[in-house]
């Protein structure tokens, strides 16, 4: 058997098994899942009406919906993944990535089973946050197939990015409770951005701290893709960051597997 057979096969082994585990134990993802669509609606029936003056012409409850639903799809992936650092620590501590590492397998299946289970997964959830969206209101009438196509497509950059960088945090976190505080900032970060208002809404000072960071150019690239706005050069920006946060996501995570256990 090649080595790329091997390590597809060993890799398939894995994702199997994550996605069983997640399967047989829902609630730390439900739980998870609670924290996007809580906010949308918080958002949208409390402050919909509100927050909707500092939008560019105003519209109203329904123009908040459009305008929100975007950084509630991305914070879903930032919310999803911390479980993911939560799954990697408890496996790392329970003994089980030990015990993978004297098995004759694939060293990197056993990463690669936690990162594709895990974008599965993310996925799977924001479809859900997005049935919840187009539940209450939310649609994306002028958006073409194609655009639709590179709304997904970029979904699923963002949601390999965090899963990477997840995975490390997993890695290197003493316990599941560790696991899941250091991977915070994930849940966080689209607190901070253009998610729920405008940047030129924002203090002066804070402006850049919303702007520079990989939330934002996100964010507003599947605003634009799905609703029309311009997208400028937030699209590259987001490409870029989703390509170095993967790449140093797999480094991290691949040195710390790949470091003799203590």
Not at 15 to 35: D, E, M
Not at 97 to 108: D, E, L, N, S, V
Not at 128 to 134: E, F, I, M, Y
Request: net charge neutral.
């Amino acid at each position: 058997m090649s080595a790329l057979s091997l390590a597809v096969r060993d890799s398939s082994t894995m994702l199997r098994r994550n996605l069983l585990h997640a399967r047989r134990y829902p609630s730390l993802t439900l739980n998870l899942l609670l924290t996007p669509v809580m906010l949308l609606l918080l958002f949208v029936y409390i402050f919909g009406d509100a927050m909707s003056a500092g939008i560019s012409g105003g519209g109203g409850r329904s123009a908040y919906i459009a305008y929100i639903v975007p950084g509630i799809l991305l914070m879903t992936i930032g919310s999803t993944v911390v479980g993911t650092a939560v799954s990697v620590s408890t496996d790392m501590n329970e003994g089980i990535i030990a015990r993978f590492r004297t098995m004759a397998i694939h060293r990197g299946s056993v990463l690669f089973g936690h990162v594709v289970g895990s974008v599965l997964q993310a996925i799977m959830s924001v479809a859900l946050v997005g049935a919840v969206a187009a539940a209450i209101g939310f649609r994306s009438t002028d958006a073409t197939i194609l655009e639709w196509l590179a709304a997904f497509g970029l979904l699923a950059l963002v949601a390999l990015a965090f899963t990477w960088i997840a995975v490390g945090m997993g890695m290197g976190s003493p316990n599941a409770e560790a696991a899941s505080n250091n991977a915070m900032p994930l849940i966080l970060l689209p607190l901070i951005s253009s998610a729920f208002v405008p940047l030129d809404a924002m203090p002066g000072w804070f402006q850049p701290i919303a702007q520079y960071q990989p939330f934002t150019p996100a964010i507003e690239t599947l605003r634009g893709l799905l609703l029309g706005t311009e997208i400028g050069s937030n699209g590259w920006i987001s490409i870029a960051w989703c390509l170095g946060l993967t790449v140093l996501g797999y480094f991290w995570s691949k040195a710390q597997f790949d470091r003799d256990p203590k």
